[in-house]
């Protein structure tokens, strides 16, 4: 069983800065991708930002420039930097991993973690 355990949320001040990690166990052999989705109060969870095993990222268009992803592989870890928060960015903010192979399975499978909340406000 892969579980994903995400920390690092918080209120924080428009403008201010906060890191989010994820962090994914179990017997787990590869993940092609990681990500991070929020999910605003009475909105859909929506795209935030992804990363490969290789490096490769995507990002919402909301968030370049401000936030950026980055991963750890030996740890099966990935993180969210986010810079210059606006109010807007309050959500919920979970973390995705696609593609995840285990010793058990030769099936990749997708997996979502609790969610951490992200408060942007003064």
């Known amino acids: 069983q892969v579980q994903l355990v995400e920390s690092g949320g918080g209120l924080v001040q428009p403008g201010g800065s906060l890191r989010l990690s994820c962090a994914a166990s179990?017997?787990?052999?590869?993940?092609?991708?990681m990500g991070w989705y929020p999910q605003a109060p009475g909105k859909q969870r929506e795209l935030g930002a992804t990363?490969?095993?290789?490096?490769?990222?995507n990002y919402a268009d909301s968030v370049k420039g401000r936030f950026t992803i980055s991963r750890d592989n030996a740890k099966n870890t990935v993180y969210l930097q986010m810079i210059s928060l606006k109010p807007e960015d309050t959500a919920v903010y979970y973390c995705?991993?696609?593609?995840?192979?285990?010793?058990?399975?030769?099936?990749?499978?997708?997996?979502w973690g609790q969610g951490t909340q992200v408060t942007v406000s003064s």
């Open positions: 995705n991993a696609d593609g995840v192979l285990t010793i058990a399975t030769l099936i990749p499978k997708a997996y």
């Open positions: 179990g017997s787990i052999r590869s993940i092609y991708v």
């Open positions: 990363i490969t095993g290789g490096g490769s990222t």
